[in-house]
C-alpha cells in the first residue's frame, strides 16, 4: 500500500491507524486510566535519557540479533499479548502472527484474543501464550494445557488486572459489551465504512480462547470492565506463581511485576524471564514505567532471568536505552496494533521493518555492532548535562512524538 510505505515512524503508521478507526475504537486503543498520566510519560520517560555516540569504530557489519524467552528473534524486540485485535482490522491476531514469523520475532497470544490458540499455532510463529489466574483453576489449567499441546514453549502469566483500570475514554465512547455507544460514536462508525463493513463481515468475533468455558463476551449484558472483574482473582498470592510453575514445564514469563522486591518474589517462584510493565498505562494510573525500575530490577536480581521492558517504545533508541539501563529486549502492544488497524497484515510487516531499520542504524550510530556490546556506559540521564536553572545554556527538553 503505497500509504504504509510513506509512513517512515511510528507516529505515522498510529496517524494512519486513526484515520482508519472510528473514535470508539481508537479511543480504546489509545486510552488508559484515570487521567492518563502514566500512559504519557512511557513515551516521555525515553527523552530522560541519552545515548553514547561512539565513533572511528568498525561498524561494517552489524548484528542486531538475540534470544528472547528462548526463541531467536532477528532484533531485539517481541510483540506483547492484545485482547480482541480483530476490533482493529478484520484480519485480527492471525495476521500479527504471520508478520511477526515473517520478521523473525516472537508473539505473544492473549488469553482474551479473537483467535484461537490452535489457529495461531498454524501460522508457525515463534510464540508464547499470555495467560491469567482465573477463580477457575479448572479454566487456567484447560488453557496451559492446550497451549503446549499446540506447540507455544513459553507461558506468559499477567499479575497487574485483579482489578480492572478505570478507563474513562471507554465510559465516555460507550465501548462497552455490549455497547451503549453516543450518538457522536454511531456517527464516527457511519464515517468509517471500511472499518464497519469489515466487522459486519467478521461474524466470528468473540473471545475465541475462553468461548467454551464463559459464553460469548457480552452473552451476560455485562461490560468489559466487568467481566474481567467477575473471571479474575483478587486472592492470588505468589504462592499461585508457585502452583503454575509445577504445572507448566516450558519457560514462564511473569508480565505486570514492577518493584525489585517483586521482581526477586518471582525469580524465587523459578520464572525464566519478567516483563516490566504498567500495562500500557492502562491499570494504575501515576505508576512509574518499566525505565524507571530497570536498573534497580537488574541490580537486584542480577544475571538469574532476562527482562523485558514493555510500555511506551515507539523507536529503535527506546530500545537501545532500554537495553543500557538493563534490559534484555523490549515488547510492543499498540505500535503493531497501528499497524494492523492501518493495513493488515502489511501494516504490521510494515512496523517491524521499521523498528528493525531504526535498531540497526543506531547502533552503528553508537559505534555497536551487536547486542551484548551495549551496557550501562552507552545511557546517561539527561540531568548531567542540564545546567542550573534559570541558565541560558539549560538543555531544551526535545519534542516527542504523542503516546
Known amino acids: 500500500m503505497a500509504s504504509l510505505a510513506k509512513a517512515y515512524n511510528i507516529a505515522d503508521m498510529a496517524a494512519l491507524a486513526g484515520r482508519a478507526l472510528p473514535l470508539p475504537i481508537r479511543d480504546y486503543l489509545e486510552g488508559g486510566a484515570d487521567d492518563e498520566w502514566t ?3 512511557n513515551c516521555a520517560v525515553f527523552d530522560e535519557w541519552v545515548l553514547a555516540q561512539h565513533t572511528l569504530v568498525d561498524v561494517s557489519h552489524i548484528d542486531a540479533g538475540t534470544s528472547l524467552l528462548g526463541y531467536p528473534s532477528a532484533i531485539p524486540l517481541m510483540l506483547s499479548p492484545t ?13 500479527v502472527a504471520r508478520a511477526a514469523a515473517a520478521a523473525g520475532v516472537p508473539y505473544g497470544l492473549s488469553t482474551m484474543a479473537t483467535t484461537s490458540i490452535e489457529a495461531i499455532a498454524a501460522t508457525g510463529a515463534n510464540r508464547y501464550f499470555q495467560l491469567y489466574l482465573f477463580r477457575d ?16 514453549d513459553a507461558l ?7 482489578i480492572a483500570g478505570n478507563r474513562e475514554r471507554d465510559l465516555r465512547s460507550g465501548m462497552i459489551m455490549p455497547p451503549r455507544f453516543t450518538l457522536g460514536s454511531l456517527m464516527s462508525f457511519a464515517m468509517h465504512p471500511r472499518w464497519s463493513l469489515g466487522a459486519l463481515k467478521n461474524r466470528s468475533f468473540q473471545l475465541a480462547n475462553v468461548v467454551e468455558h464463559v459464553g460469548e463476551i457480552g452473552s451476560a449484558g455485562t461490560s468489559v470492565i466487568d467481566y474481567v472483574n467477575a473471571q479474575f482473582d483478587r486472592s ?9 510453575r509445577a504445572q507448566w514445564s516450558g519457560k514462564l514469563v511473569i508480565k ?9 518474589s518471582a525469580v524465587a517462584c523459578g520464572v525464566d524471564a519478567i516483563m516490566v510493565s504498567n500495562h500500557g498505562g492502562r491499570q494504575l494510573d501515576t505508576a512509574a514505567t518499566p525505565i524507571d525500575y530497570l536498573p534497580a530490577i537488574r541490580d537486584r536480581i542480577q544475571n538469574s532471568v532476562q527482562l523485558i521492558a514493555d510500555g511506551g517504545v515507539r523507536r529503535g533508541t527506546d530500545v537501545l536505552k532500554a537495553i543500557a539501563l538493563g534490559a534484555d529486549g523490549c515488547s510492543i502492544g499498540r505500535p503493531y496494533l497501528y499497524g494492523l488497524a492501518a493495513g493488515g497484515e502489511a501494516g504490521v510487516a510494515r512496523v517491524l521493518a521499521i523498528f528493525r531499520a531504526e535498531i540497526e542504524r543506531d547502533m552503528g550510530l553508537m559505534g555497536r555492532t551487536c547486542i551484548a556490546d551495549i551496557t550501562a556506559d552507552d545511557v546517561d540521564h539527561i540531568s548531567r548535562f542540564r545546567s542550573k536553572p534559570g541558565s541560558a545554556r539549560a538543555v531544551a527538553k526535545p519534542n516527542r512524538i504523542a503516546p
Open 156 to 162: 506468559c502469566l499477567t499479575v497487574d488486572t485483579a
Open 137 to 152: 483453576r479448572g479454566l487456567t489449567k484447560a488453557l496451559l494445557e492446550r497451549a503446549a499441546a499446540n506447540g507455544y
Open 39 to 41: 500512559l504519557a510519560r
Open 256 to 264: 505486570g511485576a514492577m518493584m525489585p522486591e517483586d521482581c526477586a
Open 236 to 244: 492470588a498470592t505468589w504462592k499461585d506463581v508457585e502452583w503454575l
Open 83 to 95: 485482547g480482541m485485535s480483530q476490533l482493529f482490522h478484520e484480519s485480527g491476531e492471525a495476521a
